[in-house]
């Protein structure tokens, strides 16, 4: 009698458990069909012509670029141009004191015009046999010994003057008037603008697709405008620690509107066009088991896994997992979930 009696009651307790378990479906099945519909914004999946392409970053250089030093220690005396002005090649920018030097070369001159008049007699006496070979080539090395010693004079002149090793645009001055300089002291620096350089790495499986001559579009920050650079020299070994390839190419900068050092996004194209279906980047959710995209269907929030190919800067290529005309969520990605109701407004795309 005990048995059929726990028996009994088991039986009961399962019965039970499965009403709850249905009553609990259908409260949840009916609470989201009460759901009030969630307004996201949608785009319709089309197939469209592309160019296949890979998008990295670079700086902008300087076609030249020199820090201006003194080859000597000295004085300054004078400083000739203006900060952030153009300077032209050989322009003097800098004076160093040369007082000194020029009183040793005005002492040296006086001693050579000796030194000749002295080897002329010594010259006319040889002819004559009144002296030895020997006395005239000691007279002869002397002054050849002076002028020497003139030539290191005038270079050392001419270091006092520091000058523009190219045309440009010199920047800010570091010195001032009076100061005493050394070798390692920067006075400030020149550049040339025109035309600028653009240096970017590519990753060595495409080091045999960008090639000299080739054209890449770059922005740089704050300017929204696309500007085109052409190569014209690669590195000819690939970096070890990275596996890129170094790139530099080359583009006109009119009215100076690019300066070096800037940051600049660059895309290269480097595949014919094919005809893909790309879907906005923000509407791709990566997860631990691949990625997703949210569509309509039913008037509902559903889930689908998707295969991605080419990335461009704003977009993303579906391989698999939708097919022309699936309505793709692209606004409220965080809030949806699985059967939520959804009302869409279809944005038109432009490209």
């Given at each position: ?76 005396t004078g400083i000739f141009f203006k ?68 030539l290191i004079l005038k270079t050392n ?58 054209v890449v579009n770059f922005k740089v ?131």
């Amino acid at each position: 009698m005990r048995h059929y009696t726990i028996l009994f009651v088991i039986a009961c307790s399962f019965i039970a458990c499965k009403s709850e378990d249905k009553k609990s479906v259908k409260e949840t099945a009916s609470s989201v069909k009460d759901l009030k519909p969630m307004v996201v914004d949608g785009i319709i999946a089309r197939d469209e012509y592309v160019s296949g392409s890979i998008n990295t970053t670079g700086s902008i250089l300087a076609n030249e670029e020199v820090d201006i030093k003194s080859e000597i220690s000295g004085k300054i005396t004078g400083i000739f141009f203006k900060e952030g002005s153009n300077v032209n090649k050989g322009q003097v920018l800098v004076k160093l004191y040369d007082e000194d030097l020029q009183a040793q070369l005005s002492r040296l001159r006086i001693e050579i015009k000796l030194a000749q008049e002295k080897e002329s007699r010594q010259k006319q006496l040889l002819s004559a046999s009144a002296i030895s070979r020997e006395e005239y080539d000691v007279s002869e090395t002397n002054l050849n010994l002076l002028k020497a010693n003139e030539l290191i004079l005038k270079t050392n002149i001419d270091k006092t003057r520091i000058n523009a090793p190219f045309g440009g645009i010199i920047g800010l001055k570091n010195v001032s008037p009076g100061a005493i300089i050394s070798t390692a002291n920067v006075i400030a620096t020149v550049q040339n603008t025109q035309p600028l350089k653009l240096e970017f790495s590519i990753p060595e499986k495409y080091n045999n697709l960008v090639g000299i001559g080739k054209v890449v579009n770059f922005k740089v920050a704050g300017s929204e405008q696309t500007l085109k650079a052409a190569v014209y020299a690669k590195e000819p070994k690939i970096d070890e620690a990275t596996r890129t390839s170094k790139v530099r190419a080359t583009f006109a900068n009119p009215g100076g509107k690019v300066y070096p050092g800037s940051f600049a996004e660059i895309s290269i194209e480097i595949g014919e066009r094919t005809k893909v279906r790309m879907v906005p980047t923000i509407a791709y959710i990566p997860d631990i088991d691949g990625a997703k995209l949210f569509v309509k269907k039913g008037g509902v929030a559903t889930g689908v896994r998707v295969k991605a190919g080419l990335r461009t800067e704003k977009e993303i290529q579906i391989l698999d997992g939708i097919v022309d005309g699936d309505t793709v969520i692209i606004s409220g990605i965080l809030q949806l979930k699985p059967q939520m109701p959804i009302e869409v407004n279809i944005i038109n795309q432009t490209h």
